[in-house]
């Protein structure tokens, strides 16, 4: 029997399961547009059209030397940028440089009594601490002693940092930096098994643990973790000789796993050791790895995207300095955490490449109350901020009126991440910033190193809901499926790509080139043997759109990575881990719209015959223990569907986008082509109850969800 919705699905007969990007019309009214105050265009870094204009094409690549001569460097390149091996690309070809002295040495000169780090602890009653350019050259240096001597690292090696934010994390990794030691930090909310994958993919042999930290009032016993990550990396073949952990509380261990002899070490003891040494930075190839940072895709496991020291190091210093309008007097805070590609180009490498005060809050926004981020901004003197739309939305549910009660004062907002709905947007410049604030909304990714689209704060206008126009010698175009470009003002959608290479760009992906080449440069790429970098344009995953003015409204990701709360995660690790669930026999992984967090992750299941359809509940905890386990709580789905069967085409793939349609109220579009039919109208009962309600038009992100795959 055909239902209402299958009528509905088969009215238009599209090419059924591949409706080309260019063909979904976006119904989107245009914002106006706001202006900067006067005060702030008279003091900001970026106001001078005549440097807009350097950075236009035909100053391709010469004009990124302006961003790598704002660094010091021990050898200055010799050649901006070599694309003798698509898409394999070198920047500042012959330069040397380290990313350490880049951030902290260069400073002491004129800065050393300045913060650069203040350290907010969760609890209200703990005193912050404040970390001058000084004594963080003192701390790095001695940490950087430790890994060298004590650890026996070397410049190359990989190191797994899994930790929160407190100020060992920066300091970490600018030890690292130091001697070329490449650095692999895990968000510290990630499982251990999570890390010891990652850790394993990266050949760490050593890892750098915090014993715990406080989150939402919580203690987290996190070097628990640790074991954790030992026996996953040692289950892929890692062996890991040493875990070194920091105390949160130095000379008090606050976790309750034991140290295991001989591996475990207490960092704030080994130190002592190493008091007042300091370590000679080493002096990297302008090409040498940086770090690695694990992302979602659409495979199963993560990949460790590779940045690059100087094109990286350039590109986010000249980012933060242009965009957030960072100046070294200025007291900055982005709420993002450092194990996300925001924390290491915008809290760590940037601001402190340009000698800012750099803000590290170690909780969650809401604790002990909403009022905590105004609080924080108004006793420090917070002039920069810098946060996701999730963040905003959950402080303006809790709190319309909170940031009223406090008196700081925002020159500067970043947002960052996911699309900002113009309501949410409003609400933030009017409340947040007080109407004195200007507003950047980034769009970028953990691959490109830092912002893609935005706008230049002084010279642009600000538009509620759009990034705005590229970043300077960023040139990028909108393509449909076919090829085609999608016009300004077209009103319609395709696939974002950027044309150019830029110093921010990856290098490539840890151990699988290959993959680098087919996930980003083959799709628009028509000859793959051509050396010339104009046939290699970046494809991003996210459609987007370009309004008339030439801003473009990023609408989401096109592949199977669902973005949550700002994060990125890939439905097939979700649906790896619940495979492990001996009684499941198909797991599909789709997004749910949330008020607050953007994107959810819904699971389907159906399990394999025989097994007990009885224990819905039990199996359902197991899902959410595996993924837990597996991915971390950032994972955990909003709900679990048992189905009984999964809508499938005639050649066995599991229709995703179906499910999407279904578990948002959206239109399934045409089915009559699957295997199984009759199943859709099964588990929309499931999902949504015998009543039909009314469909939703739904946003862009869930209408594209799964047609790739
Ligand atoms: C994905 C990248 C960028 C650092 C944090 C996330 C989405 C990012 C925006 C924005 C709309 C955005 C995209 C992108 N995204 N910024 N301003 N407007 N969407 O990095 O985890 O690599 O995620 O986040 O879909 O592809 P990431």
Known sequence: MATP??????????ASQTLSEAQI??????EQYYYPSKKFIAQANLKDPALVKKFSEKNFPACFDHYASALDWDKKWHKTLDTSNPPFWKWFVGGKLNACYNCVDRHLAKYKNKAAIIFVPEPEGETTTVITYQELYKRVNELAAVLGDFAGLKTGDRVTIHMPMIPELPITMLACARLGIVHSVVFGGFSGEACGLRAADSGSRVLIYADGYWRNGKWVDHKAAAEIAVKTAEKEGQRIDKVLVWQRYPGKYSSETPMVK?????????????????????SQDAEAPLFLMYTSGTTGRPKGCQHRTGGYL????????????????DVYWCMADIGWITGHSYIVYGPLALAATSVLYEGVPQYPDVGRPWRIAERL????????????????????DEPRKYNYHFKHMTTVGEPIEPEVWQWYYDVVGKGEAAIVDTWW?????GFLCTTKPALDPMKPGSAGPPALGIYPVIWDEEGREVKAGSNLAGNICIRNPWPGIMQTIWGDPQRFVSQYYKKYNKNAQSKDWRDWPYYAADGAMIAKDGYYRILGRVD??????????????VESACLTIPEIAEAAVVPAVDEVKGRVPVVFISLKPGASAEETRAIQDKVTTAIETMIGKIARPKEIHMVPDMPKTRSGKIMRRVLAAIENHMDTGDITTLANPDVVEQIRVLVQGHEEGKLQEGPEDIKRFGQES
């Open 5 to 14: 919705r299958q009528k509905l699905g088969t009215k238009e007969p599209k």
């Open 560 to 573: 199977d990575v669902i973005n949550v709360a700002g994060h990125r995660l890939g439905t097939k690790e």
């Open 25 to 30: 019309a976006v119904h989107w009214k245009e």
């Open 314 to 329: 350039a590109y986010v210093t000249g980012t933060a300095k242009y965009y957030q309008d960072i100046h070294p007097e």
């Open 445 to 449: 990714q953990t691959e490109t190193g």
């Open 381 to 400: 003197d917070v002039n920069i901020f810098h946060t996701s739309p999730t963040a905003i939305r959950m402080l303006r549910k809790a709190g319309l």
């Open 262 to 282: 001989e591996r475990d070490h207490f960092i704030n003891d080994v130190v002592k050791a190493y008091h007042g040494q300091t370590v000679q930075p080493v």
